[in-house]
Structure formats: C-alpha cells, structure tokens
C-alpha cells in the first residue's frame, strides 16, 4: 500500500497511490470513508491494523469500480507534499559504511572504530519536513548546498527497549528522505563540537510515498540482525545520474538502529528514523573523491531521489527571498 497526502484548495487530505510512479492515480480517502475518522497519515499509523483494514477496502472498491470518478485524481496534476507532513519526532542515522569511510579518507583520516560498535543518529528537526516540488532555501543555506540520498522508516507500534529480531514488527512503512545539508554552514558550526544545527535544520524533504512494509517483502533480505532490502538508490541532478547505492548496503539495519533509539527510550507512532547517506550518496562524498568537481547545488536546480520499490521524490532549488537579517557567510 501506498500512502500520501495531497493538497486540494490548499488543504491536506490523505490519498493512496495506485498504478505506475509518477504517472498512477490518487484515490481521494476522505471521499470514500466516514468523514473525520482517518483525517490523516499520522492517523493511519497511529491506528494500526484497524485503519489499513479500511484503506484495503477502499483498494477493493476501487478495483471493483465502486470509487467514484470525483474522488480519483491524476497524480500528474495532484500536489503531493510529505506523506508525514509533521512527524512526532525525527533521528537520522549513520548506517552505510561506505559513505563514512570514503568521507572521511577524502579527509584524510582513518576510518573510526567506533563505527562499528553501534548505530548512531541524530534529531533533526521534524517541524521543517518538506515533500516533493519546490524548495525554499536563504542565502546562507545556499552556500555549498548539498542532497543526502537516504531511506527512512516511520515507527508503527510503540515499544521501548525493542531487540532488533523483534524491531521490524515495529516499522510501519518506507519512504525516502533527503537530508538537505548547508555543508558551509555544518562545517563551521561543527567546530564548537555541537551539532548538526543550522547547517541541517532548514529542510529534510520526505516522500512522495509511504510505502507499508508488505509491499517490500519480496526484496526484504533477512537476517538475525534485522531486514535488509535489495533496493536500488539514485539520485539525479538535472536529469544527470551523480549517485548510486543500494539500501541493502546498510551495515546497520533499520533494526538494528530500532533496537539503539528504543535503549531506556518508548518510541511512538510516528516517528521517522533515517538510514543516513548511501555510498556515492551526497556531494561532499563526490567532491572529495574527485567524481564531481567541486559541484553543489544552485537555484533552478532539480534533484531526484529514486529508490526501487518507494518512488522518485523531485525537488526544485529557489533562493528564498532575503530575511532582513545578517546573512554574512561565517569564514
């Protein structure tokens, strides 16, 4: 099941996405159920099994040609923001080896042990998720601006002190995520040893599909440890291909990074946790390895994610209009 939200006169209404990426159709949910009872995603995740019951039903209907035309939509001509427009709270990982060893030999020093002792992550800030389409970003942000290719999952039932070989139970579905990093703002910022902070929390773009996790099963590989998914990651910048990964590289699982968050801590419905950035996965890593030459992103800029199985999240760079404030770049 495919899961979005889209706006109609301004107003966000939950949908489910049927057919091909990018070209399928919407089925508008409020039109076809009880009013008020699944007012949105959020909802649905935080209702469970009873309320993907009811979207199942609403698929039967409209296979069955029971939907009416007025509440199916062209997902061409359909404004889709974040599947999860307002997250209950959001962490990022840290959990493909590749992507850490290559940055941080591009600096020139060694791979650090204890990556491989547990999965890290940060919070982020879940009150600036963006979906597909236009992005906003001030001037100081648009200096060495930056994608991250990265997965992430929404938590489906609350638990503290989950054991990754029970963890996936936990996950109600997959979408993607890009990180958007000011990467000259992180860099100075993170001399204070504090951090990520503005460098980080201007935007991190989600969808344009939640997608349950059922619909992955057959490219679930599993393990003690947790499932991984045989999933290709590519990221293009004005239709030219920069990136490619798979999600099945994750040294650490999504399990696995469940397992750490859950440590002492109950986790929600939800909530949003990211794999971290996918080897080839973000221009700092492409720079540094001599791929791109010194490339970051510009207004007028498209960036695609696409990742088998979830969909392709399209964003557009715009220079957000001058604050009034000091935008001095810090050096």
């Given at each position: 099941?495919?899961?979005?939200?889209?706006?109609?006169?301004?107003?966000?209404?939950?949908?489910?996405?049927?057919?091909?990426?990018?070209?399928?159709?919407?089925?508008?949910?409020?039109?076809?159920?009880?009013?008020?009872?699944l007012?949105?995603?959020?909802?649905?995740v935080?209702?469970?099994?009873?309320?993907?019951?009811?979207?199942?039903?609403?698929?039967?209907?409209?296979?069955?040609?029971?939907?009416?035309?007025?509440?199916?939509?062209?997902?061409?001509?359909?404004?889709?923001?974040?599947?999860?427009?307002?997250?209950?709270?959001?962490?990022d990982?840290?959990?493909?080896r590749?992507?850490?060893?290559?940055?941080?030999?591009?600096?020139?020093?060694?791979?650090?042990?204890?990556?491989?002792?547990?999965?890290i992550?940060?919070?982020?800030?879940?009150?600036?998720?963006?979906?597909?389409?236009?992005?906003?970003?001030?001037?100081?942000?648009?200096?060495?601006?930056?994608?991250?290719?990265?997965?992430?999952?929404?938590?489906?039932?609350?638990?503290?002190?989950?054991?990754?070989s029970?963890?996936?139970?936990?996950?109600?579905?997959?979408?993607?995520?890009?990180?958007?990093?000011?990467?000259?703002?992180?860099?100075?910022?993170?001399?204070?040893?504090?951090?990520?902070?503005?460098?980080?929390?201007?935007?991190?773009?989600?969808?344009?599909?939640?997608?349950?996790?059922d619909?992955?099963?057959?490219?679930?590989?599993?393990?003690?440890?947790?499932?991984?998914?045989?999933?290709?990651?590519?990221?293009?910048?004005?239709?030219?291909?920069?990136?490619?990964?798979?999600?099945?590289?994750?040294?650490?699982?999504?399990?696995?990074?469940?397992?750490?968050?859950?440590?002492?801590?109950?986790?929600?419905?939800?909530?949003?946790?990211?794999?971290?950035?996918?080897?080839?996965?973000?221009?700092l890593?492409?720079?540094?390895?001599?791929?791109?030459?010194?490339?970051?992103?510009?207004?007028?800029?498209?960036?695609?994610?696409?990742?088998?199985?979830?969909?392709?999240?399209?964003?557009?760079?715009?220079?957000?209009?001058?604050?009034?404030?000091?935008?001095?770049?810090?050096?």
């Open positions: 099941m495919r899961i979005v939200t889209f706006l109609a006169n301004d107003e966000e209404r939950l949908g489910l996405h049927v057919g091909p990426f990018g070209t399928g159709k919407i089925i508008d949910v409020a039109s076809t159920v009880r009013a008020g009872f007012p949105d995603a959020l909802a649905v935080k209702t469970g099994e009873a309320a993907l019951d009811m979207l199942r039903q609403v698929l039967k209907d409209y296979e069955a040609g029971k939907v009416s035309g007025s509440a199916v939509l062209d997902e061409a001509k359909t404004k889709l923001v974040s599947p999860i427009p307002r997250p209950v709270s959001m962490r990982g840290y959990a493909f590749q992507h850490v060893e290559t940055a941080r030999r591009n600096r020139g020093v060694p791979m650090i042990p204890e990556f491989d002792q547990f999965p992550f940060y919070f982020t800030n879940h009150l600036a998720v963006t979906g597909p389409g236009d992005l906003p970003v001030q001037k100081l942000a648009l200096e060495r601006l930056d994608f991250e290719l990265e997965a992430a999952v929404v938590v489906g039932k609350r638990g503290k002190n989950i054991p990754s029970e963890a996936d139970a936990h996950i109600f579905g997959y979408l993607i995520m890009n990180d958007w990093s000011a990467r000259h703002l992180q860099m100075e910022e993170m001399k204070l040893n504090l951090g990520p902070a503005k460098g980080k929390d201007f935007a991190t773009s989600l969808g344009p599909y939640l997608v349950t996790r619909e992955l099963a057959s490219k679930a590989i599993p393990s003690a440890k947790g499932e991984r998914h045989d999933l290709r990651m590519r990221c293009f910048v004005n239709g030219k291909q920069v990136s490619d990964g798979n999600l099945k590289d994750m040294t650490w699982t999504f399990a696995q990074i469940v397992e750490r968050a859950s440590y002492g801590v109950e986790l929600h419905p939800g909530e949003v946790i990211g794999s971290g950035t996918v080897g080839t996965g973000c221009f890593e492409l720079n540094g390895s001599k791929i791109t030459d010194n490339q970051w992103l510009r207004p007028g800029d498209e960036c695609v994610l696409e990742i088998d199985g979830l969909g392709r999240l399209v964003n557009t760079i715009r220079a957000a209009p001058a604050t009034g404030l000091d935008e001095t770049l810090p050096r």
